[in-house]
């Protein structure tokens, strides 16, 4: 066995036996079906479906056995510092939007709340080219963060007991 081979062997037993694994969501056992209602000028609803889609759950127009709710989407840029000669330095990327959950009968499950995601980058006057892409990598990024604490809490949800009749909610 050659010294690269071993090294690697022993860099995957390792990450073998601290736990690591692939995060990985199936919701079928609760969430058989969704349905995305977003309000008009919404569009992570599209990347929130091939989420859900990928987690096994299967998106519907009625009869879901829950309900995301997206509204309040904003995209916002703005200076966060500038040069001597007053010129943007760094800019940050806010993303943010409105988040809520029900179950298929309309009872609430996760109250509306605002999801957040920033980031700052510096603007780099000499490659425009190279910051205009930044910018797009930015935005995704804002994108898959907010997706992914959306999954989250769907995940949460999903393994949350159901009430019993003695212990109504």
């Known amino acids: 066995m050659t010294r690269a081979s071993a090294g690697a062997w022993l860099a995957i037993l390792a990450l073998a036996g601290c736990g690591f694994q692939l995060r990985t969501w199936n919701f079928t056992t609760t969430f058989d079906t969704a349905r995305i209602d977003a309000e008009h000028g919404v569009d992570l609803d599209i990347d929130l479906a091939s989420a859900l889609e990928s987690a096994g759950v299967r998106l519907v127009d009625a009869d879901a056995a829950v309900v995301v709710r997206l509204s309040d989407q904003r995209d916002d840029w703005r200076s966060v510092s500038v040069t001597r000669g007053a010129r943007t330095a760094e800019y940050e990327m806010a993303l943010q939007v409105t988040f809520a959950v029900d179950d298929g009968s309309g009872a609430e499950l ?60």
């Open 110 to 169: 996760a109250a509306a709340r605002v999801l957040r995601s920033e980031r700052v980058a510096r603007l780099d006057r000499d490659n425009l080219i190279g910051s205009s892409e930044e910018r797009r990598l930015l935005a995704a990024e804002a994108r898959e963060d907010l997706v992914d604490r959306m999954v989250r809490t769907l995940d949460a949800l999903s393994r949350r007991p159901e009430p019993t009749d003695a212990d109504p909610r």
